[in-house]
């Protein structure tokens, strides 16, 4: 089982809809949780950064942690065409000697 | 200011053939991180760097080797290309442990 399980998709839209994106993870010692997007042939950005759990909202981004179902989200308001990239979840724990845990990604595609 | 760059873009080696991968960054980041991307894998950590003169092993690191002899630069070397090796490679680079900005990767193809 990987630490880390994130549906690949495609996960496909019709524009304006709430996209909601989710991670899974088995290790309780997480505590950096990170939202990348990706575009097509394009290196991976940040969107979002959140520390332990609750909310966090930038704009039409909302990312969302419950450390006690050790379950991460990410929300998309009012969506559109230009978000369509596949959106990939990373994290790690406090001690600084760990790298970053990786999803594999799910690809989200907005229909005009 | 550049960011991340990789160098080169593309790539189609023969099997047992060897390259360098180059990455270099002008924002001054200690930590530089040389990554594959696998379709279904996501990413995968092959050898990072917390220094210059300083590097160490991935969670893939079998097959490559890697250098930093320049705070800005990491390279990453294939001393014999294996078609397993066929994936794109990401460069990123941090200031310590916070956000990583990653380059525009290099696709490799190993015939």
């Known amino acids: 089982q990987k630490e880390v399980e994130q549906d690949p998709g495609p996960l496909s839209v019709p524009e304006g809809a709430i996209v909601s994106l989710n991670c899974t993870y088995s290790?309780?010692?997480?505590?950096?949780f990170m939202w990348y997007r990706q575009y097509s042939r394009k290196g991976p950005e940040l969107l979002m950064y959140?520390?332990s759990s609750g909310n966090k909202e930038d704009g039409r981004f909302t990312a969302q942690v419950d450390k006690s179902s050790k379950y991460i989200s990410l929300f998309i308001r009012d969506s559109q065409p230009s978000d369509s990239a596949t959106y990939l979840c990373?994290?790690?724990?406090?001690?600084?000697?760990?790298?970053?845990?990786w999803g594999a990604g799910t690809k989200l595609i907005i229909k005009p | 200011n550049a960011g991340v760059t990789q160098t080169p873009k593309f790539r189609v080696l023969k099997t047992g053939q060897s390259m360098t991968l180059l990455c270099a960054q002008d924002?001054?980041?200690?930590?530089m991180y040389w990554y594959r991307q696998d379709p279904g894998m996501g990413l995968r950590l092959i050898h990072y760097?917390?220094?210059?003169?300083?590097?160490a092993k991935g969670e893939v690191p079998d097959g490559y080797n890697v250098s930093r002899l320049k705070k800005q630069n990491f390279l990453l070397g294939l001393e014999s290309a294996a078609p397993s090796q066929t994936s794109v490679y990401f460069c990123?680079?941090?200031?310590?442990?916070?956000?990583?900005?990653f380059g525009p990767g290099t696709r490799l193809t190993v015939l």
């Open positions: 990123a680079s941090s200031q310590q442990q916070g956000t990583q900005y």
């Open positions: 290790n309780s010692a997480f505590q950096y």
């Open positions: 959140t520390y």
């Open positions: 990373a994290m790690r724990g406090i001690d600084p000697r760990y790298q970053l845990i």
């Open positions: 760097s917390v220094g210059e003169g300083t590097t």
């Open positions: 924002m001054n980041h200690e930590y």
